[in-house]
């Protein structure tokens, strides 16, 4: 079963926006933590930007501040990296990541969620 399924990927030009979305089901959405991350050709998979369960949260890597917004939408289970301002350097695979913690009581679960990833190129 494909939890999470990214969308929204393709070419951008310097300068430029893209607006990648991310479908969640088979889980309850509303109550995980949701990332995205990218992984560009031959370097590993770095976090870009994260939202808490609410939406309330907010944290962005340093590279992406101020061009980059994340945010979700509870009713519709689906969250969305907003890009502008692109840059050659964001040329990546974007992956869409939720963590979901359970209480069970006597401990707790942590349960990751990943997306297949989309490709985003930026060049002129």
């Known amino acids: 079963q494909e939890y999470l399924v990214e969308s929204g990927g393709g070419g951008g030009q310097p300068g430029g926006a893209l607006k990648l979305a991310c479908a969640a089901s088979g889980f309850t959405f509303s109550n995980s933590d949701v990332s995205w991350y990218r992984q560009a050709p031959g370097r590993e998979r770095v976090l870009v930007a994260s939202?808490?369960?609410?939406?309330?949260?907010?944290d962005y890597a340093d590279p992406v501040k101020g061009r980059f917004a994340i945010s979700r939408d509870n009713d519709k289970n689906m969250a969305y990296l907003q890009m502008n301002s692109l840059r050659p350097e964001d040329t990546a695979v974007y992956f869409c990541?939720?963590?979901?913690?359970?209480?069970?009581?006597?401990?707790?679960?942590?349960?990751?969620?990943w997306g297949r990833g989309t490709q985003v190129n930026v060049s002129v």
């Open positions: 939202i808490d369960s609410t939406g309330g949260q907010t």
């Open positions: 990541n939720a963590v979901l913690f359970l209480d069970l009581g006597t401990h707790g679960e942590r349960h990751d969620y």
